[in-house]
């Protein structure tokens, strides 16, 4: 099984809002990624989990706030979004260098 | 850090055609990964291939490490093989600095 699943598909939120992006995988991997991408442009890092510990932030706004609650799980969650944050989020996990990455959340800020 | 570069930035083929798609990297890597992402935003792994060459149905491709760049070969194009091709490095295998190329997008038409 080499699948990373994310929820929900697509998300439209106000600016007030709070939600959650969740990703999961069962392949065992230790090291997970979040990935925001805009149209017509390359993934960007976001934040990097390895063994469930926040290794890496790329200078990310505190209005997204990730959480890894078990070796399986990570979650993205989002409060006072700007329009300009509305973009493809991305969940990866990876093993011995092979990354994977789920189908993607498309997120609509308004 | 490291640039990468790939090579034409767009192409349209007619349905049966041959093509190549090139990646040059700026250092040397430990770490090459080639993906498609298809219209719907899904990013899937092709090939991971630091050095050498590999093969998968239709799609080959070759990494020649020592000259600082990769080849992605498609034959006998399909419309499914639309979308995006990234290229991605990395110094070694453990997260940081997976550098994704601007991408080459491929359109396919029947």
């Known amino acids: 099984d080499t699948e990373v699943t994310q929820t929900p598909k697509h998300l439209v939120m106000g600016m007030t809002n709070k939600k959650s992006l969740k990703c999961e995988q069962h392949?065992?991997?230790?090291?997970m990624y979040w990935y925001k991408q805009k149209a017509k442009k390359p993934p960007e890092l976001m934040f990097v989990?390895?063994?469930?510990?926040?290794?890496i932030n790329e200078s990310v706004p505190s209005r997204f706030s990730p959480e890894c609650p078990n070796s399986s799980l990570l979650n993205l969650h989002l409060h006072a979004l700007q329009p300009e944050d509305s973009a493809l989020y991305l969940c990866?996990?990876?093993?011995?260098?092979?990354?994977?990455f789920g189908p993607g959340t498309r997120l609509t800020v308004l | 850090g490291i640039q990468v570069e790939q090579s034409p930035p767009d192409l349209i083929l007619q349905e049966g055609a041959n093509s190549t798609l090139r990646c040059n990297f700026s250092?040397?890597?430990?770490?090459l990964q080639w993906f498609h992402q298809n219209p719907w935003g899904q990013l899937i792994n092709l090939f991971y291939?630091?050095?050498g060459t590999k093969q998968n149905g239709r799609l080959s491709a070759t990494t020649v490490a020592t000259e600082r760049y990769s080849l992605l070969y498609i034959s006998s194009s399909q419309t499914t093989d639309s979308g995006v091709y990234f290229c991605?490095?990395?110094?070694?295998?453990?997260?940081?600095?997976?550098?994704f190329g601007p991408g080459t997008r491929l359109s396919v038409l029947p």
């Open positions: 291939i630091p050095s």
């Open positions: 990866a996990s990876s093993q011995a260098g092979k990354r994977y």
């Open positions: 392949m065992g991997h230790r090291a």
């Open positions: 250092d040397s890597v430990n770490n």
């Open positions: 991605a490095v990395a110094i070694n295998n453990y997260g940081q600095n997976f550098v």
């Open positions: 989990y390895s063994y469930e510990k926040l290794s």
